[in-house]
């Protein structure tokens, strides 16, 4: 296996969009620093971070279950439900809110893995409703209102407070869960079962691969990363938010696609996906700095309209090289 | 489930199965038979005029989307940007009467208000349509894109603002009786009348189907799948125009945030708890208007009997999970 090695221009003719993720993502930054004086102040890169984690994890779980070809609609309800479970738990510390909520998130990924693989439901339905039962979840045991942390353990660390004073402590959890998922996908046999399932899921099956362990496996993940966002989610704000996490689906599939994922599976990296999280969120990011300068007149309501826009152009960016890289494959 | 259930295994489970069989094909009335006798035994004053009313109006709205998600789905498609959709064509309705224009030269301006958002509407199909058939992208991804946007350029439009009005010309649309029934029930009739006859009677409803059973055999023995598969996303938009003006006029108000919010999860549960299969290849349009009965009883039901709404949320996700399960089941 020459697995261990990167093959360079292997990797540009295999998803050349993913190389074009990270020449925009360099790009703008270049944009950014050159236009903008506050843009590489310390605020800006810790709020962009510290805001930019949850999708960023959420983007990568995501990514495991669309290289398989499904799509898991549930994950920005998970969040929320999981923000509240955390706030809830946060007067005995993060080491015991932690884990139990992203345990939460794992089991509504359970929930996810059992309709799809025992019960034959569509990933889509399942996962949609999925999304309608843990939002309804957070709303019951919320009481439908915000849940505030307790302020005197150290569960606000995570979400407030820098590891050595550098960079945010959720970035950096975020970045070794990416890394061990990344290593989990490239180098172990359940990383590649995964890429094999949305390769073709009945030659997987012919080939013995273990399609249903893989399958679960993606969605556990993705549901323990949004689990994740949902602790992150109320450590930085200071409150469990049963209402927030609508739309955190569309941008983390949007993440993942400009990453270079093809939507029917077999194809897409890991850290393709953590730069189109940091493409989309840089996109943001610039805007609001525009705004402040006074150039474009940028309302919540726009947000919406561009964040469309972007996704468009994105796909149509992708159908193109997907084309070539069907092709490719043929030839 | 296979061909010796038929040939008379001796005794034993078979009765069962047949229950089970007959359960799994006529689900959705044993569904709204049951839960009619529930509220007629349950819900206080369930068994009256107003309560019938109530829920022609309510369901009208999503029996007419559902229908033009079934047709989507008879493709193998899903149309997420429906809700999105209503919010538009609800939000320009009141944009153009209220309008200077619409003030000067009302018959002009509410002739106006009824065309331009179905023209709007149908835009949105074709933009839906070309991704889809054209471009080749999946359905999920292409209808995400208006999902989102959507109603954020119906905000825009708006300024996020509620709007109010007082015209009832277009009001007739959401508060009209004919015979003593609702308009929009009528107008829901209609609607499934014509699309029952376009799927049983005409090429492009054979064309529909044939797109869902089996894509490529239908596009290698001749058929436009690329014509079809448009059609289908400009009926679906089209129709959820229609539903988000009703909602506008029974309101005599536009909310862009808030008109057909969620409305994509209400028109595909009527979908599939009607027969729709996902994977295409069937079209019950009647069907879809069972399915959004039963879909507004049981939040009917919840509600009247001071189940609170998030609780309602988990029921329908049930729901959902369970209609297409049994549909799974059947087709094994």
Known sequence: MDAYTVDLRRTISKN?????VWVALFALIVFGLLRYENFSGAYNITSFLNYNSMFIVIAVGMCFVILTGGIDLSVGSVAAFTSVIAAYLSPYGLEVALPLAVLAGIGFGAINAVCIILLR???FIATLATMLGAKGGALVISGASTISVDWGSNFTKMGMEKAMGVLPWSIVLVMAVNIALWVVMEHTPLGRTVLAIGGGEDASTLMGLKVARATAFVYLVSGGCAGLAGVILASGFGAGQPLEGIGWELSAIASVVVGGTLLTGGLGSVPATVAGALLLG???????????RGTISFSADWQMVDRGAFLFAVILFQTRF???AKLGVRS | MSAEDTTGAPLGPRPQIDMLRLLRQNGGLVALAVILLFNIAVTPNFLQM????VIISQVATIAIVAMGMTMVIATGGIDLSVGAIMALAGALAPLIFLSEFGQAY???????AFSLPLGAARLCGAF?????AIFRVQSIIATLILFISGRGIAQVLTNGNLQTFSNPAFSYLGTGKILGLPFQGWLTLGIAILLSLLVT?????RYVLAVGGNERAAELSGVPVKRVKFGVYMIAAFLSGIAGMIVVAINSASDAARNGNLMELDAIAAAVVGGALLQGGRAPIFGAILGAIIIQLVKYTLLANGVEDEVALIAKAVIIVGAVYLQQARKE
Not at chain 1, 16 to 20: D, H, K
Not at chain 1, 282 to 292: C, I, K
Request: hydrophobic share 50%.
């Open chain 1, 322 to 324: 997907s084309a070539g």
């Open chain 2, 128 to 132: 839906n349509g070309a991704l889809v």
């Open chain 1, 16 to 20: 050349p969009q993913s190389i074009a």
């Open chain 1, 121 to 123: 439901i569509p990933p």
């Open chain 1, 282 to 292: 840089l996109v943001f990011n610039l805007l609001n700095f525009e705004n402040g």
């Open chain 2, 106 to 112: 009302p018959v002009l301006g509410l002739s106006a």
């Open chain 2, 50 to 53: 107003q309560t019938l009313f």
């Open chain 2, 201 to 205: 009677r005409t090429v492009f409803g």
